[in-house]
C-alpha cells in the first residue's frame, strides 16, 4: 500500500470547514484513498473512500487531485464532536478490507 | 452500518493472569477479523488476522503463543493475552470483513490494564 503524509495536528473554528489534506505522490492505478477517524478511545470510523473521481456522503466531501498524488478531507460545517484523529490511508479495495496500515494521521481539534 | 461489538470495554487484571477480550459482529458474518494495539499517543497497529477455521496469522514480532486467537465462528473472534505484564497495557481494538463492502468495521475497543 502506498505511503500518505498528513500533518500532525490541525485546528478549525466550529461551524466553519475543516480541510484535512493528504499526500500519496507514490498511490497506483488501482489504489483507493480511504478516510477514517478516531474519537478519543473509541475505535476508528469509517468516513468515505474514492478512486479518482470526488465523492460525497453524509458526512463529509473527498477531493482527490487530477494526478490522484494528493487528496483533501472536508468537513463542511465542523462541530466539536468532529474533534478526532483523522487517518487518511491508501489501499486496493480488496476483501480484506479491515486490515489497515495506520499513520499517525492528523489531529484536529475544533474549537468553540 | 454493520455493528461489531468488543468486550468488555475496560478490564483491569493482575499481572501474571489471562485475559480474553470478545469481537463480535453483530449483524453480518466474518470469516476474516483483524486485531489491533494501540499505545497511549500512538497510531493503530494491526496485530494479527483472525481467520475462522484456521490459524491466525501474526503480524512481524508479535508473539503468537502470547497473544493467542481464536475464530470458532463466522460471528466471533477472541484474543486472550496470556501471562499479562504491565507493557500488555494498552487499547486493543479488532475489526471485521463484510463480503460487499470497501471499508473496514471496527469495534469500540478494549483498555486493558496490566497492575
Known amino acids: 500500500d502506498a505511503k500518505t503524509t498528513q500533518p500532525t495536528s490541525m485546528d478549525c473554528a466550529e461551524g466553519r470547514a475543516a480541510n484535512l489534506p493528504c499526500n500519496h505522490s507514490?498511490?497506483?492505478?488501482?489504489?483507493?484513498v480511504y478516510w477514517y477517524r478516531q474519537i478519543h478511545s473509541q475505535g476508528p470510523q469509517y468516513i468515505i473512500h474514492?478512486?479518482?473521481n470526488n465523492e460525497t456522503n453524509e458526512m463529509a466531501s473527498l477531493i482527490i487531485t487530477e494526478d490522484r498524488k494528493s487528496s483533501t478531507l472536508i468537513l463542511p460545517h465542523a462541530t466539536l464532536r468532529d474533534t478526532a484523529v483523522y487517518y487518511c490511508i491508501v489501499r486496493v479495495a480488496t476483501s480484506n478490507t479491515g486490515k489497515l496500515i495506520f499513520g499517525q494521521g492528523t489531529t484536529l481539534q475544533v474549537k468553540p | 452500518g454493520a455493528v461489531v461489538s468488543q468486550h468488555p470495554s475496560r478490564v483491569i487484571c493482575k499481572s501474571g493472569t489471562s485475559v480474553k477480550i470478545e469481537c463480535r459482529s453483530l449483524?453480518?458474518?466474518?470469516?476474516?477479523m483483524f486485531w489491533y494495539r494501540q499505545f497511549p499517543k500512538q497510531s493503530l497497529m494491526l496485530m494479527a488476522t483472525s481467520n475462522e477455521g484456521s490459524k491466525a496469522t501474526y503480524e512481524q514480532g508479535v508473539e503468537k503463543d502470547k497473544f493467542l486467537i481464536n475464530h470458532a465462528s463466522l460471528t466471533l473472534s477472541t484474543l486472550t493475552v496470556t501471562s499479562a505484564h504491565p507493557e500488555d497495557s494498552s487499547f486493543y481494538i479488532c475489526s471485521a470483513n463484510r463480503d460487499g463492502n470497501t471499508e473496514a468495521f471496527f469495534g469500540q475497543g478494549t483498555r486493558l490494564t496490566v497492575v
Open positions: 449483524d453480518f458474518q466474518a470469516t476474516t
Open positions: 474514492g478512486l479518482k
Open positions: 507514490t498511490i497506483s492505478g488501482n489504489e483507493y
